[in-house]
């Protein structure tokens, strides 16, 4: 069964950085989109970005654009999600996702990781 796995979430200042990792087993992904979502208290879950595992050919929401990079290691089944220039408002529960095809609904979903940012 396929297992996502989120990490590297915590606590950080404003104007700083985090690296959130997820870790995917299970399955062979060299064929998946892999997405980040987050979702903060009292608010709708939105998407961040999605990388498709093949080519690592990116996309991201415009609310993160240019601050947050989406990144796969093939070798590790992993994929990474970098945050630069945190802010409060990026306070949220992170989740990493996984489905099959561009059109298809996220059908795999990790635990996700808690980040908040101190101002």
């Known amino acids: 069964q396929v297992q996502l796995v989120e990490s590297g979430g915590g606590l950080v200042q404003a104007g700083g950085s985090l690296r959130l990792s997820c870790g995917a087993s299970?399955?062979?992904?060299?064929?998946?989109?892999m997405g980040w979502f987050r979702q903060a208290p009292g608010k709708e879950r939105e998407f961040l970005a999605s990388?498709?595992?093949?080519?690592?050919?990116?996309y991201y929401a415009d609310s993160v654009k240019g601050r947050f990079t989406i990144s796969r290691d093939n070798a590790k089944n992993t994929v990474y999600l970098q945050m630069n220039s945190l802010q409060p408002e990026d306070t949220a529960v992170y989740y990493c996702?996984?489905?099959?095809?561009?059109?298809?609904?996220?059908?795999?979903w990790g635990q996700g990781t808690q980040v908040t940012v101190s101002s």
């Open positions: 990388i498709r595992w093949s080519d690592g050919s990116a």
């Open positions: 996702a996984a489905k099959v095809t561009v059109f298809s609904e996220y059908d795999y």
């Open positions: 299970g399955r062979t992904f060299s064929s998946y989109y």
